[in-house]
């Protein structure tokens, strides 16, 4: 292979390396009713199912990789039930607020996740994500959920702060699933 080979070859390589995620994007949804707040956010990835699941159930790690998530933690676990505390905040320009929720989890493997608070500073949250193997060989993810916080959120600004909060966080999962997606198809060394 002559060195102009090398080179095309390496920067090719680079160009694959520091392209955007195979991922699909991240569509985002959301609208306000009164005080509560309704969210419907999905990506499809060019990935295994089971590592989406292993991605959305890996409660105690997920501040390692979702912004604005400062702590989450499984305080209980019966089978396909899980009680989940997490904190983190609600960011956008001068608006911040923390947020705190204790989460009762039903688990229904390979398929959803269902979150509801039982404790924390939100009068209610209801949420699930949804995984699907698509024809496609693709996978969708999809999250829908409804909070009611029980703090004061300025009527626009809540809206796009939780938009915003609610986006990075969702393509940040979608990134770390494709990640551990990669890692787990790259042949051994």
């Given at each position: 292979m002559s060195r102009a080979d090398k080179l095309l070859v390496l920067g090719a390589t680079a160009l694959l390396l520091s392209a955007?995620?195979?991922?699909?994007?991240?569509d985002i949804e959301t609208h306000r009713k009164n005080e509560t707040i309704i969210v419907e956010v999905s990506a499809e990835m060019p990935v295994d199912p089971r590592t989406v699941w292993s991605v959305i159930t890996d409660y105690d790690h997920l501040p390692r990789f979702i912004p604005y998530m400062r702590s989450s933690r499984v305080l209980q676990r019966d089978a396909d039930r899980v009680i989940v505390e997490q904190s983190g905040?609600?960011?956008?320009?001068f608006f911040r607020q923390p947020v705190e929720v204790k989460l009762s989890v039903v688990e229904s493997p390979q398929t959803r996740v269902a979150a509801r608070a039982i404790g924390g500073n939100l009068k209610a949250l209801d949420g699930r994500y949804t995984?699907?193997?698509?024809p496609s060989g693709y996978t969708r993810l999809s999250y829908s959920g409804r909070l009611v916080p029980d703090f004061d959120v300025p009527?626009?600004?809540g809206r796009i702060a939780l938009q915003t909060v609610m986006a990075r966080q969702f393509d940040a999962m979608v990134k770390e699933i494709v990640r551990r997606d990669a890692e787990r198809i790259a042949p051994a060394r």
């Amino acid at each position: 292979m002559s060195r102009a080979d090398k080179l095309l070859v390496l920067g090719a390589t680079a160009l694959l390396l520091s392209a955007p995620s195979p991922a699909q994007r991240v569509d985002i949804e959301t609208h306000r009713k009164n005080e509560t707040i309704i969210v419907e956010v999905s990506a499809e990835m060019p990935v295994d199912p089971r590592t989406v699941w292993s991605v959305i159930t890996d409660y105690d790690h997920l501040p390692r990789f979702i912004p604005y998530m400062r702590s989450s933690r499984v305080l209980q676990r019966d089978a396909d039930r899980v009680i989940v505390e997490q904190s983190g905040e609600l960011v956008f320009l001068f608006f911040r607020q923390p947020v705190e929720v204790k989460l009762s989890v039903v688990e229904s493997p390979q398929t959803r996740v269902a979150a509801r608070a039982i404790g924390g500073n939100l009068k209610a949250l209801d949420g699930r994500y949804t995984v699907e193997s698509l024809p496609s060989g693709y996978t969708r993810l999809s999250y829908s959920g409804r909070l009611v916080p029980d703090f004061d959120v300025p009527p626009v600004i809540g809206r796009i702060a939780l938009q915003t909060v609610m986006a990075r966080q969702f393509d940040a999962m979608v990134k770390e699933i494709v990640r551990r997606d990669a890692e787990r198809i790259a042949p051994a060394r």
